[in-house]
């Protein structure tokens, strides 16, 4: 009777030890390796410095030729920062309909009522953030620093492992260009597109991998990690779209297909129309040694691959045509 009992409370110290080891180790991976922050955190070989990263090869610039065919034109919108702190977890382009669909939180810039519910005839009546009255919407995942919790709406509700006070932007340049070999035509209205793959970390193909990082200092180095830059630069994130309309579509299933990028060459693929090439070009203040992560699914441990941005085309026609023609007159404009 006595080696029973003494079996029975070896037994039950080993399941009390086991529990209380699990739930200790559950803690600890719950809040990740920055303090405040949930699990899921990036890897360390998803930074780099930014001095580590090899300048890219200068590109000659176009000839007079060149010039002629193309489109070598440029609008810049100005839709502000996001100064109205405009956050969801909604996509409208990818899970219309669909409240806190992506599962993380979305910056906005331009139409001030986008949100899962939002339809055409809803965004051509909101209000917006651009100057010039464009109700179009840009919008991309927010940027979190790993090392300090946050406080603020939609820093503490997204859940799915995103977490830590976001960093707000900085400075945010919406801008149009053309195609270096044509003329650009106009957008349909109410064009839905992406660019980036928000599932690259488990896609096993880099093919629609479009975002780069880099630091203000130094605009010749670029990559697909997050960079680790000198005291004083920003971080910079710039994301740009496809640009060849297959002339019919507004949205395609996947997303994609009605919307392709040209060739390296600038060459639309068949059957397609260069348009107006949207490009996102981000900034934030991170003090040195801060890491910092955007939200992502989390299967994909806010991998810096899964950088994705989308955009609808709510510019009215006068609008729309005012940017044609500017980018295949060869000026610089804005709006």
Known sequence: MGKERRLLTLVICLVLGGGLTAAVLGATRAAGPHAGVAAGAPAPSDYVDIRDVPPA???????????????????AVDCGRNEQRHYN????VVSPGLRAGAHHTHSYVGNLSTDAMSTDDSLAAAAT?????????????????LDRPGTHPHETSAGHGNAGAIVPETSVR????????????????????MTGDAVARTAGSDAHVRARWGCSGSPDRSTTLYPRCPEGDRVTRTLIFPSC???LDTASAGHRSHLLFPGGNGVCPT?????????????YEVPEGVPVAIDSF??????????????VNAMTDPQMAAVVDCLNEGRSCRT
């Open 245 to 247: 309309w297959n002339g």
């Open 129 to 145: 953030s651009c100057a010039g009255g464009d109700r179009s919407t840009y919008y991309w995942p927010v940027l979190r620093r």
């Open 271 to 283: 059957d397609t129309f260069p348009v107006p090439e949207l490009r996102l070009s981000l900034a």
């Open 89 to 92: 977890e909604d996509n409208l």
């Open 298 to 311: 989390p299967e994909q441990r806010h991998s810096p691959r899964t950088d994705h941005a989308m955009f």
């Open 57 to 75: 090869p200068a590109v000659p610039p176009a000839t007079p030729a060149d010039r002629s065919d193309g489109s070598p034109g440029s609008v």
């Open 174 to 193: 919406v801008e149009f260009r053309g195609n270096p070999v044509s003329k650009v035509v106009a957008m349909p209205p109410f064009l839905r597109a």
